[in-house]
Nanobody, 121 residues
């Protein structure tokens, strides 16, 4: 089993930045793909970004590309989401997730509990 804990959420003004962290514990050797999802009130959970171990080609939701950056620190079993130029529409609960396969979707194997990001206009 893998336990994921997010941190770094909060309230920020539009145009500001936040960095989310996801710390993994347990059988950290078992997952291969790591990433982030978000869910706004009344909306479905949506994919934000993902990265595979050792990869240099992360994937992003088109509306965050160029503003968000996903990165990993394998030595610390942690991955990050640097969010710049935040917009009110980025407001959501952000979840980190990990999967044993090369894909990451809403059926991911492991999930964090979520951290709130609120962007004020």
């Amino acid at each position: 089993q893998v336990h994921l804990v997010e941190s770094g959420g909060g309230l920020v003004q539009a145009g500001g930045s936040l960095r989310l962290s996801c710390a993994a514990s347990g059988r950290t050797e078992s997952y291969y793909t790591m990433g982030w999802f978000r869910q706004a009130p009344g909306k479905e959970r949506e994919f934000v970004a993902a990265i595979r171990r050792g990869s240099v080609n992360p994937a992003y939701l088109v509306t965050v590309k160029g503003r968000f950056t996903i990165s990993e620190d394998n030595a610390e079993n942690t991955w990050y989401l640097q969010m710049n130029s935040l917009k009110p529409e980025d407001t959501a609960v952000y979840f980190c997730a990990a999967d044993r396969s090369t894909n990451l979707n809403r059926n991911a194997d492991y999930w964090g509990q979520g951290t709130q990001v609120t962007v004020s206009s």
